[in-house]
């Protein structure tokens, strides 16, 4: 019987942005939730809910792969970035939130689309990383329509 012990181990540049995508996942979810908190709109509040929780799925499936390609996937202190304050964010309007929660959908946006264009990525991968993007786009996109009906009323 023939059998190969094969474990593929995943490009340096390939764990790197996942780990990467995973630590702004992580902190961008901390700024929604900051600023769900600062809002008073109840509608708002639950747009934001939504985008945790299924973020919060997006993060534990990226920890899970991470793990599986062997690394660790643990904040890297040089991947962190600086975090927004929100300190002045309770008394702030509709308006400033979703100004600031559209500042933080783009370091997502960024984050995904590294991993994305990077050419050795394997399939399942670069399809699980896809689906996240869509699921999140669709997030976003509800964000968007949530805020249009707003500025009509």
């Known amino acids: 019987m023939y059998t190969t012990n094969f474990i593929y181990k995943a490009p340096a540049g390939v764990l790197e942005s996942l ?39 997006y993060i534990n499936e990226l920890k899970c792969q991470i ?30 939130v979703y100004e600031y929660c559209s500042k933080c959908e783009n370091r997502i946006l960024v984050a995904y689309r590294e991993i994305l264009n990077q050419s050795v990525i394997l399939k399942e991968l670069r399809s699980m990383v896809r689906y996240q993007l869509n699921g999140l786009l669709c ?14 009323i």
């Open 67 to 96: 793990e599986s390609l062997g690394g660790d996937p643990e904040i890297d202190s040089d991947l962190s970035f600086a975090t927004p304050e929100v300190g002045g964010l309770k008394m702030a309007t509709e308006k400033e």
């Open 139 to 152: 997030s976003f996109l509800q964000f968007r329509l949530l805020k249009d009906s707003f500025k009509r």
């Open 19 to 57: 780990k990467k995508l995973f630590t702004v996942l992580q902190q961008e979810g901390v700024n929604f939730q900051q600023a769900a908190m600062a809002t008073d709109n109840r509608q708002l509040r639950e747009t934001l809910a939504q985008f945790l929780q299924e973020s919060k799925q």
